[in-house]
């Protein structure tokens, strides 16, 4: 018979532990902690080692900046006309576009002008030229020449931090996209990284040139560059990456799409060209290796016109240095420093080749699913098996979710990652098999202090008669919850060192806890200086609702007592607003592995919560719900003071408070609130308005007479709307 007992014991908290370890690795999953994300990104990072395609288009190509060219060129910067003159060559080598990796925000400082200008300034020397055009004297007016006449694209440079200094509105070149949107879908710009400030080209070369874009990209929290956006927004326009502008000039200037789901960005045409994006516009990359993976061009033998018979033709070249000092590098995962060149490169690779890793939709949802599987398929086996059998199991799952995980990556080029999955499966192993160790060596002590947790006798001993009811699982019953709180306790204990603080609530608690006790009420928990209550669990208790409800007047008649030692003793007294109602609710054992607790939870908990709430909106002791005026004790009756939506729910529930049966001329002023309170549904604001302002005049504390009158005069001067129905919608808890 016991041995029958702690079997159905250790099933029945075996499956909840698993349950909650699982729900809360599910939590990690939904909100990656720091930790967690770098540990997934290193996976990631393992399994791009051994996956990536070291194969490219042999389209990007890259015109290096290199230490040769700087030792025949001269140092960098190098003077405008030369970089034109770069370029030119680069172009009639035959490339399809040209994308210099560089930002050219700042005049040219060796224009012949500008050197005349400054010899006169600094030197008082004035040195004139002859024989040259004008247009010579500019170097920047030579590139912008070049640049309207080929395939250019210009870079510029974002900025996201709001604090940055913003510059004039520059002339950029947006990216005219089509927005395709799927129902519900928001605008691109909620999805979009919004840029703060820019720092483009010089006027006179953005003007001339057909596009530009950034050459800004985003390195993940670790530092290393796994993805990077192709699409920026600035003030309402969406602008292109350097390296999706230059695939633009290439394809000559096609028609673009951007799909947006209500998830988010979905994926990017360009022509014939389609490029899945995440959410937010970014590409995941596919890096063909580390350093010098693409071809490189030796800037110097560009110039000597030294090039190899069609090493350029029909190429995207990006032009950018590798140059000791001049380096733009970029750690990834396959190389700690990787020209940030070659990202451009890699991106364009990328689309041209359609070899994308990718991260769909339902990625996310398959993850859960595995963490969800394991954990069940772990429970599963400890509750059968012994650990000698259920820990080969466990790591043969495991491998095979690991290298399904690589084989999806290599075959697909989908990425599941196997982090959380075995995650799950290795705690839930570790913890659920000490729990079973634990449940059967200590059986004994496991009842004296699980039962202990239980806050009445008649929990202790119907457990102790039924083992099997300790069960997370619990049932759906109708039973009553209170809440309370005390007004301003923060305020009241700041007051109060903290030994008086203690000592305070001891001497509060303990005799409302006689009270709930003493109506047949259960105390679920103390919440600071709030308690929270319920009738009818985990015995039957007849008339709970009435039960309840004496138990709330009988904590207000009490604390007239308790307030008269509280204002000899610390000073001050302290009021209560209680808030009851009856429902529907899981009530069972609920907890972790070392911790239960008997409680309930479901959404007629958290209306009772929110009537507490209401208390003080109301100022009233009281807030009861149309669910408890049927019950009201003798001597009592229940006045209707609103038709409220609170926060967290929809559906409207009409709210009480009970007042005390009074005299006639009381009689008569709650017969004229029920008239003024029909008027006010009727939408007869001004007669309503009437009603109440006289009842205000009888009453001047009563806040809720001061509350219909605003009401009424506010819609007086603005109307509701016509489906309007008289219901309060409350905002706040």
Known sequence: MIKKLIQKLRKSLLLPVCFIITCMIASMYIYEPLFLKYLDRKLYDVFLSKVHSTQTTGVPCIVDIDEASLNEFGQWPWPRYRVAQLLVKIQNAGAKAIAPDILFAEADRTSLGVLKQNLKKDLEVDV?????????????????????????????????????????????HPLKLAIVKTSGAADSQNFLINAQSVLPAIQVLSEKAKISGFINTAADEDGLLRSTPLLLTWQGKIYPSLALAALWIAFDQPAGALKISKGGIESLRLGKLSIPLDKNGRLLLHFRGPRFTFPYISASDVLNDKLEPQSLAGKIVFVGTSATGLHDLRPTPLDPLLPGVEVHATIVDNILAGDYFIKPDWVPGFEITLIVFTAFITGLLIMRLNALWVLPVAILISTLIWFGSLWALSRWRIFISPLFPILSMVINFSLLTLIKFWISEKKKRFFKDAFSMYVSKSVVEQIANSPESLSLNGEEKNISIMFSDVRGFSTLSEKLTPTQVSNLLQDFLTPMTGVITGHDGTVDKFIGDAIMAFWNAPVDVPAHEYQALRSGLAMHAALKELNLEFKEKYGFEVDIGVGIHSGMVRVGNMGSKDLFDYTVLGDNVNLASRLEGLTRFYSVPMVVSDAMISHCPDGYFAQELDMVTVKGKEKPVTIYSLASATNDVVQKQLDIYVRALHLYRTRQFEKALALFMELRRKNLENTLYALYCDRCDSFIQAPPPDDWNGVFIHTSK
């Open 128 to 172: 004139q030229f002859t024989g040259l055009p004008d247009a010579l004297l500019d170097n920047d007016y030579i590139l912008a020449n070049i640049i309207s006449k080929g395939p250019f694209v210009l870079g510029n440079y974002f900025y996201f931090n709001k604090d940055t200094q913003k510059s004039a509105t520059p002339f950029l």
